[in-house]
C-alpha cells in the first residue's frame, strides 16, 4: 500500500517538476538573452548560429533552474494532494508521514547528482565553448571583411591594404597600414608579412602582428624625417578586455572541479593569499551549492503540510522566496570570507550549515506531531 502511495506522489510530483523545469530555464535563458544579445548577434552568420551558440548555456542556467522547479513541485504536490483530501485518508489508512516523505528525497537525490555534474563537470566545459564559439566568430567576421586590394577600416584609426591574404589561416602578404594618431600625427607601415591572431582564452584582444618592415611618419611636427626598420610589429585590431581584467568568477567558470584543484598548488606556492581564497570558496562552493537540493525537503515538507494550501501562484511566490534566502546566505557568507572574517571553506559551507539547523527546527518536532496524531488516528479507527 505505501508503495503504491509513494509511486503516485513521485508521478505527480515528477509533472509539476518537468513544468517548473521548463518555465524557470525559459526565464533564466530569456534574462541571460537580453544580456548577451548585444555581444552574440551581431556577430552571428545565422539564427541557427545564434541558436546553437547560446544553447551552450542551458547547463548553467539548469543549475539555478532546477532547484527553482524542485521546490515548486514539492510544493505544488502537497498542496493539491491537501486540496483532494488524499493526505487525510493517506493519514487514516495508517500509513506514516515518513513513507509521504520518501518521493521527495528521492527525487532530490537525483536532482542532487544531476546537479554536482553540471557543476564540476558539464557547465565549465559548455562554457568554454561558449568561449570559443564567441572567438570563432569574432576570428570569422574580422577575417570576412579583410580582402586583398580592398581598402580595411576595422582597425581604428588605421587603414589596411594587403596583397596577399589567406582567411584559414589569417596569413597576408605585402601589407601597407596608414595609422592615424590625431593632430597631423601618423605613421605609414609597410610589412612584407603578417597575420590575424586571435586571442584562444576568453578576454584578450584581436591581434595583428606584422614582420619585416618599415615605419615612416606622414608627417613630421619638426624638422627632419627618420623612418625605422622592425623585424617584429604587433597592433590591435578589435579590443576584448585582457584575460588579466577578467572577473575571477567567469575564468573559474571555465575551469572543470579538478582544474581548480590543479590550479590551488600553483597559487599557494606563488603567495597569492587572495586568490587562494577566492579558488578555495569556489572548489568548495561547486559542492556546496548542489548539496542545498538535499535541505530543501526537510524545510518544504513540514510547512506544506502543516499550512494552508493557497495555490500554484503561491507555491511559485514561495519557492523563488526560499532560494532567494538560499542566495544570500551565500551572497553573506562570500562577503565575510572576503573580510577574512571566516575562513573560505567554512564560509563556501555555512548557508549549507545554517539551512541544515532551520531544517531539523522545523522537520523533527514535525514528526513527532505527526507520530503522535498518527497514533491517536490508529485507535480512533481501532476502536
Not at 37 to 42: K, R, S
Not at 90 to 99: D, K, N, Q, R, V
Not at 347 to 371: E, G, K, M, N, R
Request: aromatic content about 12%; proline content about 6%.
Amino acid at each position: 500500500m505505501a508503495f503504491k502511495i509513494q509511486k503516485y506522489i513521485l508521478l505527480k510530483f515528477i509533472s509539476h517538476f518537468s513544468v517548473g523545469a521548463g518555465i524557470f530555464t525559459a526565464l533564466f535563458l530569456m534574462d541571460q538573452a537580453s544580456r548577451q544579445v548585444n555581444e552574440i548577434a551581431p556577430q552571428m552568420t545565422s539564427f541557427s548560429q545564434f541558436m546553437t551558440t547560446f544553447s551552450l548555456l542551458l547547463p548553467e542556467m539548469l543549475t539555478y533552474s532546477l532547484p527553482l522547479a524542485f521546490l515548486m513541485a514539492m510544493i505544488v504536490t502537497i498542496g493539491q494532494m491537501k486540496q483532494d483530501q488524499e493526505l487525510t485518508s493517506i493519514y487514516y489508512a495508517g500509513i506514516s508521514p515518513l513513507s509521504i516523505f520518501v518521493p521527495f528525497i528521492i527525487t532530490a537525490s537525483c536532482i542532487f547528482i544531476v546537479l554536482l555534474s553540471l557543476s564540476i563537470y558539464i557547465s565549465p566545459i559548455s562554457f568554454r565553448a561558449y568561449n570559443g564559439s564567441l572567438l570563432e566568430m569574432a576570428r570569422q567576421r574580422v577575417l570576412s571583411e579583410l580582402k586583398p586590394g580592398a581598402f580595411f577600416k576595422g582597425i581604428p584609426g588605421t587603414v589596411l591594404l594587403v596583397d596577399d591574404f589567406d582567411p584559414a589561416s589569417g596569413k597576408m602578404g605585402h601589407i601597407l597600414m596608414v595609422q592615424n594618431w590625431g593632430k597631423g600625427r601618423g605613421d605609414l607601415i609597410l610589412a612584407k608579412s603578417g597575420f590575424i591572431e586571435i586571442p584562444s582564452v576568453p578576454g584578450g584582444d584581436i591581434k595583428l602582428r606584422l614582420h619585416q618592415g618599415t615605419i615612416q611618419p606622414v608627417s613630421a611636427p619638426e624638422p627632419g624625417y627618420t623612418s625605422a626598420a622592425f623585424d617584429n610589429l604587433t597592433t590591435r585590431i578589435e579590443k576584448h578586455g585582457s584575460a588579466e581584467d577578467l572577473n575571477k568568477e567567469q575564468i573559474y567558470s571555465s575551469l572543470t572541479l579538478g582544474q581548480l584543484r590543479e590550479k590551488l598548488p600553483e597559487l599557494k606556492s606563488k603567495g597569492k593569499t587572495v586568490e587562494t581564497r577566492d579558488l578555495v570558496m569556489t572548489i568548495n562552493r561547486r559542492i556546496s551549492l548542489p548539496a542545498v537540493i538535499m535541505i530543501f525537503p526537510f524545510i518544504i515538507f513540514p510547512l506544506a503540510v502543516s499550512s494552508r494550501n493557497y495555490g500554484k501562484p503561491a507555491a511559485f511566490l514561495a519557492s523563488i522566496i526560499l532560494f532567494g534566502i538560499s542566495f544570500f546566505l551565500f551572497a553573506f557568507s562570500t562577503k565575510l570570507a572576503g573580510q577574512g572574517i571566516f575562513s573560505p571553506a567554512f564560509a563556501a559551507w555555512l548557508p549549507d550549515a545554517v539551512l541544515s539547523v532551520i531544517a531539523l527546527a522545523s522537520f523533527c518536532p514535525f514528526l513527532v506531531s505527526q507520530y503522535f496524531r498518527g497514533s491517536k488516528n490508529r485507535q480512533m479507527v481501532g476502536s
